[in-house]
């Protein structure tokens, strides 16, 4: 069974083609990678699939209904860039997400901020990027979606954190669940994706499981470079 279709997606920003005419299906109940360089669409996609671009053409469906309040509801998107604003506490962060999202778990979001080492009453201002991302984190995935979003979620923190962070998301989310994952740290996530779409140049370059793509024993790490060293 599909979570996600999309049926000639086409999105583009005045001249600029981001999208062009793309369909797939990804899978439920995996985890997906979602790969290509920087600038092929991945954000905006992810950003489509979460109901917060609705300008595109051609049709997608999250659980089989189009984007909105509906899809909203059931998933749980980290975008690359922060959405809590400097004056809020740790605590008035989740406060917001526990007043807006009836599926989030208000005491393991606190469990959480206290296992990354996170003070309650720290405000976003004063923090860093690693730390504002362990903060965005341990709000995501507080919530019991059926499907999780997650952009660039290791970005900002150093190499001896991410495992941590890993060990985090696989720990922290519903067996039932999808999480569609975009990252450039394709070595360090490699061994939890079952199945991966990339795209480039707006298009669906590879979408399959991943035993299927590592069948020829070549990891995802070296069809990433095969690929978009020939298409990018």
């Not at 899978?27 to 290509?36: C, R, V």
């Not at 860039?81 to 778990?105: E, G, K, L, P």
Request: proline letters at 3%; a negative charge; aromatic letters at 10%.
């Amino acid at each position: 069974m599909s979570i996600i279709t999309a049926s000639g997606l086409t999105k583009a920003y005045g001249n600029n083609i981001v999208l062009n005419d793309m369909s797939f299906s990804l899978p439920e109940g995996k985890i997906i990678g979602l790969f290509g360089p920087n600038g092929c669409g991945k954000t905006t996609l992810m950003k489509i699939l979460s109901g917060l671009i609705h300008d595109y053409s051609g049709e997608v469906l999250v659980n089989g209904n189009k984007p909105g309040e509906k899809t909203k509801a059931i998933t749980a998107y980290l975008p690359e860039q922060t959405f809590v604003h400097d004056w809020m506490r740790n605590i008035d962060a989740v406060d917001y997400f526990n007043d807006f999202y009836s599926d989030f778990d208000k005491n393991k979001a606190l469990e959480m901020i206290k296992r990354f080492g996170l003070s309650e009453k720290q405000k976003a201002k004063t923090m860093s990027k690693g730390m504002q991302e362990k903060l965005l984190l341990s709000l995501v995935m507080s919530r019991d979606a059926s499907l999780y979003i997650l952009d660039e979620p290791m970005g900002g923190v150093d190499p001896a954190t991410r495992g941590a962070i890993l060990d985090f998301i696989m720990q922290n989310y519903s067996q039932k669940s999808t999480l569609l994952i975009s990252t450039h740290l394709i070595n360090d996530l490699e061994s939890v994706f079952n199945h991966a779409l990339f795209i480039g140049k707006g298009n669906v370059l590879i979408n399959d499981s991943v035993e299927n793509i590592t069948a020829g024993g070549k990891s995802i790490e070296d069809v990433f470079k095969e690929v978009f060293s020939n298409v990018w």
